[in-house]
């Protein structure tokens, strides 16, 4: 079964500061991987996505995420945080079957950025 | 490009009331997937269609919750009767082709609060 675990609950970061959120997957195959940001009261907006191939992806706003097999992890990064990127974040894996496409969600982190 | 329209935005009902959430996807896109997101946690999804059929409701509470999407275009939530544990936000997402295309797009949402 395909499970997603975000440790952090609350991440508390200085502006300028550099980021990074933590990602693990539980998957069968070779997992499609996402990062989703959601601003209060807000809808989800896709950051960025891993299906294949390089297993560093670069995505909007700056941020980027590494794909790592051998530790079933997808962490995300931000070099220097804004005070604009708060906000929570989803990590999702993609099931890719017959029929049914969907995502499974972690519990979220989310990100306060102090001046 | 129009975005996933959602209504209503906010709706506050009395448990055993009904309510139902509208939601109109991007012009084109044949998946539309219904999620749930309780306070604190992931979306999870509830169903997903494919043009006007259903992929997958497995996760949808049968006894309570209904969902159509007739023309394959607009979809319809339906929660009767309402329990206290069902306030949550109710998103809604289309896609042009599932997981194949790498993004779900996803409306503001529809919060509940079931009193």
């Known amino acids: 079964a395909q499970s997603v675990t975000q440790p952090d609950i609350h991440i508390t970061v200085s502006e300028g500061a550099s980021l990074e959120l933590r990602c693990n997957y539980s998957?069968?195959?070779?997992?499609?991987l996402f990062w989703y940001v959601q601003s209060p009261g807000q809808g989800l907006q896709l950051l960025l996505k891993?299906?294949?191939?390089?297993?560093l992806v670069q995505g909007i706003k700056g941020f980027e995420a590494e794909f790592k097999r051998s530790q079933s992890s997808f962490n995300l990064r931000k070099p220097s945080v804004h005070w604009s990127d708060a906000a929570e974040y989803f990590c999702a894996v993609g099931a890719v079957g017959t029929g049914a496409n969907n995502l499974f969600f972690g519990t979220g982190t989310r990100l306060t950025v102090i001046p | 490009e129009a975005g996933v329209a959602q209504s209503p935005r906010y709706k506050i009902i009395e448990k055993r009331q009904s309510v139902a959430f509208w939601c109109n996807p991007i012009s084109g896109h044949a998946t539309l997937y219904w999620y749930q997101q309780i306070l604190g946690q992931g979306p999870k999804l509830l169903i997903q269609f494919q043009n006007n059929g259903v992929v997958d409701d497995s996760q949808l509470p049968k006894d309570r919750f209904s969902a159509e999407r007739l023309k394959g275009v607009d979809s319809t939530l339906k929660i009767q009767p309402a329990k206290l544990e069902d306030s949550a936000m109710y998103l809604c997402a289309s896609s042009l082709l599932g997981l194949a295309t790498g993004e779900l797009f996803f409306g503001e949402g529809s919060r509940l609060t079931v009193l």
């Open positions: 998957y069968g195959a070779t997992p499609y």
């Open positions: 891993y299906f294949s191939g390089d297993t």
